[in-house]
């Protein structure tokens, strides 16, 4: 069973960074692309973040490119998101996810694991 912990959300000020983790653990090879999404109140969920297994290739949604950062230490099977310049719009759950694919995708039905997601709350 693989399990995806997130941590690190918190109320945050405009203009504040912040860190996200998300670790991993179970029968899983690390070594997949990893995710990071994210669900505001009455909106469907949405792409932030795509990292490919060397964490050579990185893909971001368009809305956070230049302020946030997808990184991930494979040694201790933990995918991180940078977060700076915080808006009141990135307000949301932020879920991590593992894809079993090697494609960047942003598409949430290419992920097969899913954390139970972390609450970042930006106020202006």
């Known amino acids: 069973q693989v399990q995806l912990v997130e941590s690190g959300g918190r109320l945050a000020q405009a203009g504040d960074s912040l860190r996200l983790s998300c670790a991993a653990s179970g029968r899983i090879d690390w070594s997949y692309v990893l995710g990071w999404f994210r669900q505001a109140p009455g909106k469907e969920r949405e792409f932030v973040a795509a990292?490919?297994?060397?964490?050579?290739?990185?893909n971001y949604a368009e809305s956070v490119k230049g302020r946030f950062t997808i990184s991930r230490d494979n040694a201790k099977n933990t995918v991180y998101l940078d977060m700076s310049n915080l808006k009141p719009g990135d307000t949301a759950v932020y879920y991590c996810a593992i894809s079993l694919g090697f494609m960047l995708t942003s598409q949430s039905a290419g992920y097969n694991y899913w954390g139970q997601g972390t609450q970042v709350t930006v106020s202006s």
């Open positions: 990292i490919n297994k060397s964490g050579g290739s990185t």
